[in-house]
């Protein structure tokens, strides 16, 4: 029996107060066990009182019967009828308290049900699907796609929101996880699923890690870190970014990881489009939050390559905080000022890093406290372990050096990974390798706690991002009501006795799921974002990682710096910043009467309190504003100054997707100006009137007029809207292009290879289905000297399959060669289908023809109205046609198998439906209608309305007086 909690909407969770799941064998609380107890006594209870009623009936339906009945004993028959009577007595009373009590418990479940339905009624839906018109103007937004994507280092998740709940994507082979991976071959690219087989037979073109290097320059000392767990070969491309040189189209060729970030994201776009059967092009996208502004806006390049539009950048904490958060319905009331918000970690060992948020929940809403993290620490950190560990222990049990085989290391790698997951259930396991080198296989036994033991200076590492984390947002251990687990390697032992150590054992929770909360979080979020949804209102508001500051030159003061967006920095945020410069008349000249001012972006010195990743660069961007001039010189700009000062306010922001952005850039101008004597008068009635409305007895003082002849001034604020050119660390348009073309050109051969491929599988498999039909099904339907011939042929062809020719040759080869082979084939398997569909169309016509000449010869009064000429005609052509029936069968009879016959199928079902339509017209023609007097008919219809008019009226007036009548006589009565 499955009970769950009052209210429950959809993706809702059903534990209370948040908790998680109460695992099979855990023991219960005594609330748990409290609750459980009244819902078995509130299910069995009525039960046992009816029981116990029907115990009672005997005894007082004898008592009863008794004394109304003769004496038991004296009579048999009277004893036999006593008996009866008890029992039915006692059945009657029964039933009636049986009644009684079913009502009265379905009366109260309807009471129960009906409350539950008004709470659930109260409560908004977690996603709602918008129904829009399609006379309306705009996008169809019921075909628009709702995608959250986990990019992740080693699998990515896809889920999307439908059928108001939301949905993991499986990709082509059915798994909800597809790899991230990025495999290049002679002629095509491998991407996902089918790079994964490609991992080891094409060792040295397969890459990994696409996301986590995409963005950054060749000379970040972190590449030499991730070159390890990549197989394929690091080098410097366009721009400085690194990449992966491969060998592909018979060319040694160089992609830079954004490049290949968008070769993946278009496969995910694919299999996602198929899954949904809608075009996808909005998704929202994760992102570590430790990412600086030029890998995020990498990862929005590589989008845009592959044709998504990035609706949000989201960081991984956020996207699990806002998919535990959207679905509590019990979150602490902000109304409420007793009520304290619910502090939650939410603690992610991934693949490769490890990220700790501190999140604040209310109702509606959620808040970032603070956030760490390590960005060398996960899940193949501990894999290296065990990597490191054997590879000794193997050089000397088996006389082999691994670590000078990539290949083998890599084998190696995968069985420890294998390991490593085993050991997370079980304290012992076998790590083996078969042929790693050598053509040696290498095993042995490994203990969960030596795992432990070798892993310790890794789980030492786990409780620094956690104590930062802690710090940054200003909460202790014991305000942190629940610590959420996410990401596949939080299933290791230790790190959750590491967690239990840190905040006590009953905080872990798991309400979550690890793999795929953070795809579920996004999709949440685009279905925000999108119009296609409409969701229950949740505010989420992220957490500002490093500092932000800002910078511009300024003639007469220099650089000046400031700190625009600090740590712990709200996300989204706006800024106005205000600037005043200088204006002089030599400067304006050279530069063509306006001049500029440069606003620089970069990260502030207390980066290195985040352990910022240096190696990426704290340049951000560049933005300038040109178009500034003379627009007036008004004393708040000269403030004495000999020159003039242009004023202007620059709009700056840190945006949803962590980047900071220049807006727009406007300057102020301030003049005094003559107001037009009729503005003026009109402007004095309407403020003549607004005080007569306030006070009619108020006057305004005579020293506060004034002069007829007194100029008439206001001053006026005037805006001139800038340029702004900006700069960023995101690739020129350019170069877009040009990626953009090439993964046009790849795509395209990609889909040329398949389509090859297909069609010399078509080829191949008519090859072989031809020559088993022309022996078994279709012998009889050739000669032997044509069966002979194309018997040769497929053999001839199959030969040529299997030649160099035939492996290498082109789509539109197999394709002519198919075609020649089906110029033999094609009658002799349409002889056969000929032979195999006539008996059921001749049937068919047989039974039209008979049911047509039955219906009109049996004189039948459906069709007695119809002129016997017309029968005639439908009997005639029914014949003819049974008589060309019985010809054509006559002469297909006689004819041999291996000739096409001499009446097709075809030819017989035109026919039919020819008869059809020459007899249905006559055999459906109405029957007349009957013919009426209308004299007589009109005069006996006056009659009688007259009579039953005057019988009407009699009625109503004997009915109203008898009425009358009565009420007089009772009242004398």
Known sequence: ????????????????????????????????????????????????????????????????????????????????????????????????????????????????????????????????????????????????????????????????????????????????????????????????????????????????????????PFSDTD???????????????????????????????????????????????????????????????????????????????????????????????????LGYGITKLDLPDPSDANAKPRNVVFFDLGHSSCQVAVVSFVKGKLVVKGTAYDRNLGGRDFDEVLVEHYAKEFSTKYKIDINSNAKAKFRLRQAAEKVKKILSANAVTVLNVECIMDDKDVSAQVQRSDFEEWAAPLIERLSVPIKDALAAAGVTPEEVEFVELVGGSTRIPAVKQTLSDLFGANKLSTTLNQDEAVARGCALQCAMISPVFKVRDFAVQDWNSYPIELAWNSPEKGDTTMEAFPIGNAIPSNKVLSIFRALNDDELAAQGGSVAVDIEADYGEKRAERHFPEGVGRWIGKWTVKGIKKVGTPESQTNGASAPKASIKVKTKLDGN???????????????????????????????????????????????????????????????????????????????????????????????????????????????????????????????????????????????????????????????????????????????LEHEERPRTEKHLRDYINSVLVNVSAGDDRYAHIPKEDLDKVAKEAQAKLNWLNDSIAKINEQPKHQDPAVSVDQINKEREALHIFTTPILNKPKPAPKVEKKEEKKEGKKGDAKEDKMETDEKEGSEGGAKDEGNRMDVD
């Open 1 to 216: 029996m499955t009970l769950t909690s009052k209210g429950s909407v959809p993706l809702a969770s059903s534990h209370p107060a948040g908790h998680g799941r109460r695992h099979v064998g855990a023991p219960q609380t005594r609330e748990e066990y409290e609750n459980e107890q009244s819902v078995v006594r509130e299910v069995f209870d009525p039960l046992s009182g009816r029981m116990s009623s029907l115990a009672k009936i005997p005894s007082q339906s004898f008592s009863l019967i008794g004394n109304l009945l003769p004496t038991p004993g004296t009579n048999l028959a009277a004893d036999i009828l006593i008996g009866v009577v008890a029992i039915g007595v006692v059945g009657l009373l029964a039933n009636l308290l049986f009644r009684r009590t079913s009502s009265s418990n379905k009366c109260r479940r309807n009471k129960k049900r009906t409350k539950q339905e008004a709470t659930h009624r109260q409560q908004e839906p977690l996603l709602d699907e918008r129904h829009k018109d399609s006379t309306s103007n705009g996008p169809k937004i019921s075909t628009m796609s709702v995608v959250g994507i986990d990019f992740g280092n080693l699998n990515t998740v896809v889920a999307v929101a439908r059928n108001r709940g939301i949905d993991v994507i499986v990709n082509e082979v059915s798994n909800r996880a597809t790899p991230s991976l990025v495999s290049f071959g002679e002629k095509q690219r491998y991407l996902g699923e089918s790079a994964k087989t490609q991992e080891i037979s094409n060792f040295k073109n397969t890459v990994a890690g696409l996301k986590r290097l995409a963005g950054r």
């Open 658 to 832: 962590g980047l900071v952005a220049v807006d727009s850039a406007t300057q102020i101008e301030e003049q005094v100006v003559l107001v037009e004597a009729t503005k003026l008068e009109a402007e004095k009635k309407e403020e003549g009137a607004a005080s007569m409305d306030v006070d009619n007895s108020a006057e305004s003082p005579a020293a506060e007029t004034p002069s007829a002849d007194a100029p008439k001034t206001k001053r006026v604020t005037i805006k001139h809207n800038l340029t702004v050119v900006a700069q960023t660390t995101a690739a020129p348009a350019e170069m877009l292009n040009k990626w953009k073309d090439e993964e046009g050109q790849m795509s395209a051969a990609d889909r040329l290879v398949i389509d090859t491929a297909e069609a010399r599988n078509a080829l191949e498999e008519y090859v072989y289905d031809t020559r088993s039909k022309l022996e078994m099904a279709w012998s009889e339907y050739t000669t032997e000297a044509d069966r002979s011939t194309f018997m040769k042929k497929l053999n001839d062809m199959e030969e040529w399959l299997y030649s160099d020719e035939g492996e290498n040759a082109g789509k539109g080869v197999y394709l002519e060669k198919l075609k020649e082979l089906k110029k033999l084939g094609d009658p002799i398997r349409r002889r056969f």
């Open 223 to 321: 590449i030499q870190i991730e070159k390890k767990f990549i197989n394929a070969n690091l080098v410097e491309g366009e721009r400085g970014e690194v990449a992966a040189s491969v060998f592909y189209q018979g060319d040694q060729r160089a992609f830079t990881f954004t490049q290949l970030c968008a070769m993946f994201l278009g496969k995910v776009k694919e299999f996602t489009g198929k899954e949904i059967k809608t075009p996808v092009t909005d998704v929202v996208i994760s992102c570590p939050g430790w990412f600086t502004d030029r890998q995020r806006r990498a990862i929005l390049d590589a989008a845009d390559v592959a044709g998504l539009t990035v609706l949000r950048l989201m960081n991984d904490s956020t996207a699990a905080a």
